[in-house]
């Protein structure tokens, strides 16, 4: 992994996260406890797979990020150095506690070889950063997950590759007169990913065990103007 060039944050918005010597929920720099900078999903599979799975922990595969927004907008990222942990272990406790509430998998097991499919994600891109506008400033999260699915062992031992794709969900805010959090759109970014990651599984899931895809959304009933003129 290439060194990331973040700079502070200082000077652009003020931190909202103090740490007194008796921490809460809210005020620790976590991505797994503290639900202002990271909400669950909540999302639940409406097909539960027949199958084990184990997650393996996930890769950091991040690249630096570019310097200037559209060309020409200077940026200031976050830091690695102000979460209370390494984000590869919030990311795969956030990733694997979202799967295991979705219901996606009969089980998940802590061993690959206890595991019908595996599964190993990486983080491609993860930050908030403030964007200097020619007037006011934008604030923006962008977070990139990639993950690879393995199916069943072969006799020989290796695993085909079921899936392998990338998932990517930009945010942005701002205004003349406020600057939100930037590491709070990073976790608002993170959770559009997971969200799309959980989605893609139980479509994939649907598909390779010939169950119907459930439709997303239910289009209205239509009904005309009531008392319209005939």
């Not at 720099?29 to 999903?41: A, C, E, S, W």
Request: glycine share 8%; net charge neutral; charged share 25%.
């Amino acid at each position: 992994m290439r060194a990331l060039p973040f700079l502070p944050l200082r000077l652009f918005v003020l931190p909202l996260f103090v740490l007194p010597a008796c921490q809460s929920d809210r005020t620790v720099r976590d991505l797994g406890v503290n639900q202002g900078l990271y909400q669950p999903t909540g999302y639940r599979a409406g097909y539960t797979q027949p199958r084990t799975v184990y997650i393996a922990p996930i890769t950091d595969q991040r690249e630096a990020p570019p310097a200037l927004g559209e060309g020409m907008y200077p940026r200031t990222y976050t830091q690695d150095v102000f979460w209370s942990r390494p984000l590869t272990t919030m990311l795969s406790e956030v990733l694997k506690n979202e799967i295991g509430a979705a219901d996606l998998f009969t089980k998940i097991v802590e061993s690959p070889a206890d595991a019908d499919w595996v599964l190993e994600p990486a983080v491609a891109a993860f930050y908030g950063c403030v964007e200097e506008r020619v007037v006011g400033r934008t604030v923006r999260g962008f977070a990139k997950l990639h993950l690879v699915v393995k199916g069943p062992k072969a006799a020989d031992g290796s695993r085909p590759v079921l899936r392998s794709r990338s998932f990517e969900a930009p945010t942005n805010a701002g205004s003349l007169l406020f600057s939100p959090d930037p590491h709070a759109l990073a976790g608002a970014a993170l959770r559009r990913a997971v969200v799309l990651v959980l989605a893609d599984l139980e479509d994939g899931g649907r598909r390779l065990d010939g169950v119907p895809m459930e439709a997303r959304f239910e289009r209205p009933a239509e009904q005309e103007w009531a008392g319209a003129a005939r």
